[in-house]
């Protein structure tokens, strides 16, 4: 049931046209993954090669990604990956709120609905910005936020690498903080599980 509903889900997204974005857009992004996943990583929206593709962190930033998850022993099959938009902003500018908001409303929060991640780790300013309502990333940076009877871990988004080769290092330390984090949390959840 519920992976027939995700996949309705993914049909909506690829044709979707109730914002702007769609109009610029070459594929819509609806994410990957794991429908079972306990790790959902959410980022900001698709970039070019995203748009081409149609799957989330295929591009540079993507590299990036995959380098830090393969870094603390978790495999891109086992989480779902999207995005706070699934249509790539025009000139890969910010999404604007009202994209933002109507693309959640419709999308990212049916999707974690279903999904029902334990875990959701937070790529960047424009990702807690929507889901946790706070400005930047460098406030929630490290710390673990519970909300909604599930879990947050915030971090720069890859691309900061990109830009700021010097950054590899904070991100590679905030990824080995929250696999210890991640491993503690799963531990708890499945010790908890042996008492029902």
Same mark, same amino acid.
Not at 1 to 11: A, G, I, T, W
Not at 102 to 115: A, G, R, W
Not at 117 to 137: D, Q
């Given at each position: 049931?519920?992976?027939?509903?995700?996949?309705?889900?993914?049909?909506k997204?690829?044709?979707?046209? !109730?914002? #702007?974005?769609?109009?610029? #857009?070459? +594929?819509? @992004?609806?994410?990957?993954g794991?429908?079972?996943?306990?790790?959902?990583?959410?980022? %900001?929206?698709?970039?070019?090669?995203?748009?081409?593709?149609?799957?989330?962190?295929?591009?540079?930033?993507?590299?990036v990604?995959?380098?830090?998850?393969?870094?603390?022993? *978790?495999? #891109?099959?086992?989480?779902? *990956?999207?995005?706070?938009?699934?249509?790539?902003?025009?000139?890969n500018?910010?999404?604007? =709120? =009202?994209?933002?908001k109507?693309?959640?409303? +419709?999308?990212?929060?049916?999707?974690?609905? !279903?999904?029902s991640?334990? $875990?959701?780790?937070?790529?960047?300013? $424009?990702?807690?910005?929507?889901?946790?309502? $706070?400005?930047?990333?460098s406030?929630?940076?490290?710390?673990?936020?519970?909300?909604? #009877?599930?879990?947050?871990?915030?971090?720069?988004?890859?691309?900061? @690498?990109?830009? +700021?080769?010097?950054?590899?290092?904070?991100?590679?330390? =905030?990824? =080995?903080?929250?696999? +210890?984090?991640?491993?503690?949390?799963?531990e708890?959840?499945?010790?908890? %599980?042996?008492?029902?």
């Open positions: 049931m519920k992976h027939e509903e995700l996949k309705l889900l993914e049909q997204i690829k044709a979707c046209e !109730l914002c #702007r974005l769609h109009l610029s #857009r070459k +594929n819509a @992004v609806p994410g990957e794991s429908y079972g996943a306990q790790l959902m990583i959410i980022g %900001e929206a698709p970039g070019e090669e995203e748009d081409k593709q149609g799957r989330p962190f295929v591009g540079r930033a993507g590299k990604l995959d380098k830090m998850l393969e870094r603390i022993g *978790i495999k #891109r099959e086992e989480v779902f *990956i999207t995005n706070i938009v699934k249509c790539r902003p025009p000139e500018r910010e999404p604007q =709120d =009202d994209e933002a109507i693309c959640m409303s +419709n999308y990212l929060e049916k999707q974690i609905s !279903l999904i991640p334990m $875990v959701i780790l937070l790529l960047g300013n $424009v990702a807690v910005r929507h889901i946790l309502g $706070v400005k930047s990333v406030l929630v940076r490290g710390k673990l936020i519970e909300k909604d #009877r599930r879990y947050y871990f915030a971090t720069y988004h890859p691309a900061i @690498v990109l830009y +700021n080769p010097s950054k590899e290092e904070i991100l590679a330390s =905030d990824f =080995d903080l929250f696999a +210890n984090i991640y491993k503690k949390i799963k708890k959840r499945f010790g908890l %599980e042996q008492f029902f």
